[in-house]
């Protein structure tokens, strides 16, 4: 498999499983040489744009789309399993609509240098975030970000005054907003479903 990440083996075995079934009741005459091929091909060319994607190598800026607490424990999890627990600043946001305290208080406990943000598509409000995060670790240094363009002028130049690497994490809108901006886009040009 090319996507990073342990919890990618358990979807990688869940999405094949249910495949296998539905063939196994729709399709029973298949020949299972060509499946297993297929299955294979399938998880190797497979990607997901976002999940643990590196936007930028330097700094190095890990971008995660995860929006749940349970996938925002995961992909912390494997970001330190691929890249160490070390030296990261953690961009970070959640949308009005998710469990915001839940996942604020899932990543704030493992950074120590913290840039709260709003997304311009349904982010909650940024010193909400902020918030949440001095709740749930109140010796990390805290940042407010207006916008995603401030969040990145502010976590570049401090991964380069302090020889630091950026990890955007708790949301989808924040992820792809940040992502967009790295690159010299606007994020409030984006049309999202």
């Known amino acids: 498999m090319n996507l990073p990440g342990a919890f990618q ?7 094949a499983t249910l495949f296998l079934l539905w063939l196994q ?19 190797r060319d497979t990607r997901w744009p976002g ?5 930028k190598q330097d700094p190095l800026t890990v971008i995660d789309v995860g929006h749940t ?8 999890a494997s970001l330190t399993a691929i ?18 305290e839940e996942i604020i208080g899932a990543l704030a406990p493992s950074f120590d240098t913290i840039i709260c943000t709003a997304a311009h598509h349904k982010g909650a409000d940024a010193q909400r975030i902020a918030a949440a995060a001095a709740r749930a670790n109140p010796a990390a240094s805290l940042h407010v970000a207006a916008s995603i363009e401030e969040a990145v002028r502010l976590a570049t130049k401090l991964a380069a005054a302090h020889s630091r690497r950026i990890y955007v994490a708790g949301g989808l809108f924040l992820a792809i907003e940040y992502a967009t901006a790295t690159r010299g886009g606007r994020p409030q040009d984006l049309h999202f479903f």
Request: no cysteine.
């Open 9 to 15: 083996f358990n979807n990688a075995a869940i999405a």
């Open 25 to 43: 009741r729709e399709r029973s005459r298949k020949a299972p040489d060509r499946i297993e091929a297929a299955v294979r091909a399938g998880l």
């Open 83 to 100: 890249h160490g627990a070390d030296d990261w600043i953690l961009v970070t946001s959640a949308s009005r609509d998710k469990k915001a």
């Open 69 to 76: 607490p349970d996938s925002i424990r995961q992909s912390l």
């Open 51 to 55: 999940r643990l994607e590196v936007i």
